[in-house]
């Protein structure tokens, strides 16, 4: 890794937490997804099971869900989109500096500013709710391995949704539609095992599946090692994947570049 | 040189429509990205339709409420978040306007501040939430058996819940005068909210929750209590409810935004 890599996710670290108030209250505020899940679920769970998850499973799930998508949405897509929205990225193109990796530096770093925090909130879940646990320490340690990826990831996903601000003026609606789709195809509204066959066939087949279901189900030991090992791999290949993809589309976005109508 | 003399009312109305007017022959010059932002909005209807379908095949009902009373649910509230982003989308730019001092221009105009900013963009996801969020609400609306004679109920329900989401993202955004940064976290908040627990029946939720939808921040009347009142899971005099909420709505936005503007103090301080 470069210095400037480092350089310059230390910057989007400090400018994280440089707004200390927005910072906190965003964080604070994630956890009422979280409390909403475990509300609709208890209910609908109660004492018996569904899709093979009991109370004490879905707790669990509900909380990796909760950790990853605090991870995963802290880092810094709005910088992106701004920079790509307000032309700046026709003085990026001058700099020596590749423009997908100086981002994912930003990103990362970005995302590390929510790494206390996120830890803190899951620590507080887990205290209050009490989920079930890992189901070995192999899997707990695999489990940690799926977080990990999650970080290449997401930046991956958020790359290829700010690089429609090249064809659009806003980037609120992208980034809700992105969230939504998260949410959903992640099996954090609803476990993927609820599905019929072939929409989870659809969830499987797109990189949203690896942010709740495979951590949490390589946690619960829903699936073997194996089945673990093969999971984290097909993680792996979605984040390299992603990567090129954004490299490929990039490249073909980046002649629409007009700025103030030149 | 605009003309002051008018009604300061009709004044900054005319002036909201000269501006949204012009949005829509920007929007006009960019089809793509109309297309990409309407098909973006479409996207969480199309979702929340495939999560309730998935649900009610595993349950027959959640806390009483069937599945298409819980599709109005859903429905009304897309359509309420969607014509935000169609009539004041421009508000979400407060925080920016404010870190970067470009409240000032707008300040030197003679129109109200909340307007000019308001009606300084439109959102075009909106137009896929409104359009797929109807059709949400009406397939709900015919599949719960629910008649023509709770029209006008369901129009003023409508009205209301348009009325109560604009003046609560409009105060929401406002806390970026007092609280520094481009996004606006509590208004976000708030829609995420909504979208995680207003789509549900408040009888999930703890006693504080449905005090706090309902008093406080009360995004209950955006969608819960006029569909709950429409299906008879609410009684009807609770109907008195989104009127009122919509009144206290708006003046609370307008008074926080006053304030913040009082407190503003350019950028650089």
């Known amino acids: 890794m470069a210095s400037v890599d480092v350089a310059l996710a230390t910057i989007s670290f400090k400018r994280k937490i440089a707004y200390k108030s927005t910072w906190i209250f965003s964080v604070v505020f994630g956890g009422w997804s979280l409390l909403a899940g475990l509300a609709v679920w208890n209910h609908l769970i109660g004492d018996g099971e569904m899709g093979g998850y009991d109370w004490q499973a879905m707790k669990a799930y509900l909380i990796i869900g909760f950790l990853t998508s605090t991870l995963a949405w802290a880092g810094s897509d709005w910088e992106m989109a701004n920079r790509i929205l307000d032309g700046l990225v026709a003085v990026d193109l001058t700099k020596p500096v590749d423009f997908q990796r100086a981002r994912a530096g930003e990103y990362i770093g970005g995302m590390l500013a929510s790494v206390p925090a996120a830890l803190i909130g899951t620590a507080a879940a887990v205290v209050l709710f009490r989920p079930a646990g890992p189901v070995s320490p192999l899997a707990a340690a695999l489990t940690a391995v799926s977080l990990l990826l999650i970080f290449p990831l997401a930046f991956g996903i958020s790359y290829l949704s700010i690089l429609t601000c090249f064809v659009t003026q806003r980037y609120l609606g992208i980034q809700w539609a992105r969230d939504t789709m998260l949410a959903f195809f992640s099996g954090m509204m609803v476990p993927l095992a609820l599905m019929p066959g072939w929409l989870q066939g659809v969830a499987w087949s797109l990189p949203f599946v690896h942010f709740t279901t495979t951590p949490a189900s390589i946690y619960l030991g829903r699936v073997g090692t194996a089945g673990a090992l093969g999971l984290l791999a097909a993680q792996a290949a979605w984040a390299v994947g992603l990567w090129v993809l954004g490299r490929l589309i990039w490249s073909q976005l980046v002649k629409k570049v007009t700025v103030h109508g030149g | ?269």
Not at chain 2, 16 to 43: C, H, K, L, N
Not at chain 2, 94 to 108: F, H, M, P, Q, S
Not at chain 2, 127 to 136: C, R, W, Y
């Open chain 2, 1 to 269: 040189m605009a003309d002051t003399t008018t009604h300061p009312v009709r004044h900054a109305g005319g002036v909201y429509g000269r501006s949204i007017v012009a949005q829509i022959r920007a929007i006009t010059e960019y089809p793509a990205d109309f297309w990409v932002m309407a098909s973006a909005g479409v996207m969480w209807n199309v979702l929340q339709f495939a999560f309730l379908t998935v649900l009610f095949a595993a349950v027959p009902d959640v806390a009483g409420w069937r599945y298409h009373e819980m599709l109005m649910l859903s429905g009304l509230l897309t359509v309420a978040a969607g014509s935000t982003a169609l009539l004041c989308d421009g508000i979400w730019s407060t925080g920016t306007y404010v870190l970067k001092g470009e409240i000032d221009y707008r300040i030197t105009r003679p129109a109200p501040v909340v307007v000019q900013v308001a009606s300084s963009h439109i959102g075009m996801q909106g137009f896929g939430e409104v359009a797929f969020g109807l059709v949400m609400a009406v397939y709900g609306w015919i599949g719960a058996g629910m008649g023509l004679a709770a029209v006008p109920a369901g129009v003023l329900g409508l009205a209301c819940a348009i009325v109560i989401e604009c003046a609560l993202i409009t105060m929401l955004c406002a806390v970026n005068f007092w609280i520094k940064g481009t996004n606006s976290v509590f208004a976000f908040v708030m829609l995420d909210l909504q979208h995680n627990a207003m789509t549900l029946p408040l009888a999930l939720f703890p006693a504080a929750v449905k005090l706090v939808t309902m008093f406080v921040l009360p995004v209950a009347f955006v969608n819960f209590v006029p569909v709950a009142v429409l299906t008879g899971h609410l009684g009807p005099w609770w109907l008195v409810g989104p009127p009122l909420a919509a009144a206290a709505s708006v003046l609370a936005a307008v008074g926080v935004y006053r304030l913040g503007l009082r407190s503003y103090d350019s950028s650089g301080h």
